[in-house]
């Protein structure tokens, strides 16, 4: 499966901005759906999940409130809303399918295939 991830973009702290991941290739109802973020000069760490049909998400306690994962299987699409930005959101983020169903998995070994990533800025 192919993931194009695009929507990032340059906002102000308490702005709102949505990202979304296109798949192609294979359906994106076979995968478990997750967003990753990687800031300069920091490790890629885990965001949000989304399970199979949507009705199960998993989010990482910095943006627990703020971010809602969402897919849409008939657009073969996943979104990532994310509300109250702060600075500290600034980040390349990634969108990535996992072939597992196995609950809370947040490492980015885990997943298998990755989407080349959308810059979001957030200024103070």
């Known amino acids: 499966v192919q993931l194009q991830a695009s929507g990032g973009g340059l906002v102000q702290a308490g702005d709102s901005l949505s990202v979304s991941c296109a798949a192609s290739?294979?359906?994106?109802?076979?995968?478990?759906m997750g967003w990753f973020r990687q800031a300069p000069g920091k490790e890629r760490e885990f965001v949000a999940r989304?399970?199979?049909?949507?009705?199960?998400?998993y989010y990482a306690d910095s943006v627990k409130g703020r971010f809602t994962i969402s897919r849409d299987n008939a657009k073969n699409t996943i979104y990532l809303q994310m509300n109250s930005l702060k600075p500290e959101d600034t980040a390349v983020y990634y969108c990535?399918?996992?072939?597992?169903?196995?609950?809370?998995?947040?490492?980015?070994?885990?997943?298998?295939?990755w989407g080349q990533g959308t810059q979001v800025t957030v200024s103070s």
């Open positions: 290739g294979r359906t994106l109802s076979r995968y478990v």
């Open positions: 989304i399970n199979w049909s949507g009705g199960s998400t």
């Open positions: 990535a399918a996992d072939r597992s169903p196995t609950p809370w998995r947040n490492m980015a070994r885990d997943y298998d295939y």
